[in-house]
C-alpha cells in the first residue's frame, strides 16, 4: 500500500504541450511538497501546501502551477513546456510544517522533446 | 548558493566496515538535519535526523554526528552491508518563519563492495 503516490512514473511530451503530474497521499499528512531533481542531481523545493494553502512558492516560472483539492491530493500541472523542463520530479508528504520527516514518491521523469 | 554540501560525490567500502558520509552547512539558521537514502528510480526515503540540541543520534547501524561549531554533519554505517549501496542525501531545515522546506546535498554515491 503506497503511502506518497504519483502518476504518471514517466512521461515524454513535445515542447509547447501542457501536462499534469498527480500525487496523493495516503497517510493523512497536512503538509505535501514538490521537488524537482535536475540533470545535476539537485534536489529542489518548488512548492509545499498546507492543508490545501500554499506555503512555499520558491522562483518557479508561473508555467507551474499547483491545485490541491483536499489535504491528501496535491498535482502539478506546467504549462507550454520547455526543453529545460526536463526533470524528476518528486511529490512528497509530512506530517506537518514543522515536522519535516518527509515522505517521498518514486518520483516522475518528465522529458520534453 | 549552495547552503548544504556534500562534497564527496562517491564512496566505496568494503562489507563490514565502516562507512563515512559527510555533509557541510554554511546557514546557522538550520536546527534540523536529515539523511535520506535513494535507490534508483524511486524516491528518497528517510533515514535518520537529528535535532541541532543534540551532538549525536543513533538507530540501529545508523549513527548521525553533528558538530555545530563547524557546520558539519556525518552519517556512519556500521557495518556496511551491500544493500546499502545507494545514493545519500543530507538536508536541512529550519530558521525563523520555518516552513518546512528542505535544503539538500547534492548526494554521495555509497558502493559497498561484498
Known amino acids: 500500500d503506497t503511502a506518497v503516490s504519483q502518476t504518471p512514473k514517466y512521461l515524454v511530451t513535445q515542447m509547447g504541450n501542457d501536462k499534469s503530474i498527480k500525487c496523493e497521499q495516503n497517510l493523512g499528512h497536512d503538509t505535501m511538497y514538490w521537488y524537482k531533481q535536475d540533470s545535476k542531481k539537485f534536489l529542489k523545493i518548488m512548492f509545499s501546501y498546507n492543508n490545501k494553502e500554499l506555503i512555499i512558492n520558491e522562483t518557479v516560472p508561473n508555467r507551474f502551477s499547483p491545485k490541491s483539492p483536499d489535504k491528501a491530493h496535491l498535482n502539478l500541472h506546467i504549462n507550454s513546456l520547455e526543453l529545460g523542463d526536463s526533470a524528476v520530479y518528486f511529490c512528497a508528504s509530512s506530517p506537518s510544517r514543522i515536522n519535516t520527516e518527509a515522505f517521498f514518491g518514486q518520483g516522475t521523469r518528465l522529458t520534453v522533446v | 548558493d549552495q547552503q548544504v554540501k556534500q562534497n564527496s560525490p562517491s564512496l566505496s567500502v568494503q562489507e563490514g566496515r565502516i562507512s563515512i558520509l559527510n555533509c557541510d552547512y554554511t546557514?546557522?539558521?538550520?536546527?534540523?538535519f536529515l539523511w535520506y537514502k535513494k535507490y534508483p528510480a524511486e524516491g528518497p526515503t528517510f533515514l535518520i535526523s537529528i535535532s541541532s540540541i543534540k551532538d549525536k543520534n543513533e538507530d540501529g547501524r545508523f549513527t548521525v554526528f553533528l558538530n555545530k561549531s563547524a557546520k558539519h554533519l556525518s552519517l556512519h554505517i556500521v557495518p556496511s552491508q551491500p544493500g546499502d549501496s545507494a545514493v545519500y542525501f543530507c538536508?536541512?531545515?529550519?530558521?525563523?518563519?520555518?516552513?518546512?522546506?528542505?535544503?539538500f546535498g547534492q548526494g554521495t554515491t555509497l558502493q559497498v563492495k561484498p
Open positions: 546557514n546557522s539558521m538550520f536546527d534540523y
Open positions: 538536508a536541512a531545515t529550519g530558521g525563523s518563519g520555518n516552513t518546512g522546506k528542505l535544503i
